[in-house]
């Protein structure tokens, strides 16, 4: 089902953008529910897309044999889940899944790619856009390694 509520043509992520590559975006959008636990994606298997939470948690998590599970991180309303799909050969780096129930806009990634080919001015936006989300899910991951392996640097 495709967005009702347009607020997150707001999003950072998208702000300042030219209506052109947000409207590309809007059509390919739509909403999907998770129950509280629900897996949404799992590491290794493809990432075909990307979202922005409009409601509820998200756990990013690791398995450590040693360990089982470990937490990277938790997203919350607003921020984007997922940038695996910008980078060959598309597979999610982490598992992912609502903390509780959770809501959010997804968007294909092929189409997504597709646009940047096509509009190089909007691939580059869009890249500069998720270059701090990357570094700061690689941060995250640092530190919670540092946890898991008590290191301390």
Known sequence: MPPQNQQWRQHPLFADLPATFVD???????????AARE?????????????????GDVALEVFAHARGPVTIQTLGVGEVLGWSWL??????????????ATDLIVFDAAAARDAFDR???????MLKRFLPIIVQRLQATRLQLLDVYDVRA
Not at 39 to 55: K, P, S
């Open 87 to 100: 980078i060959p050969p598309y597979r999610w780096h982490f598992d992912a899944h609502a903390v509780d």
């Open 39 to 55: 897996v949404i994606f799992h590491e290794g298997d493809t990432a075909n897309r990307f979202h922005l939470i409009t409601a």
């Open 119 to 125: 509009h190089p001015e909007f691939g580059y936006a």
């Open 24 to 34: 590309q975006m809007a059509a390919t959008a739509t909403v999907e529910s998770f």
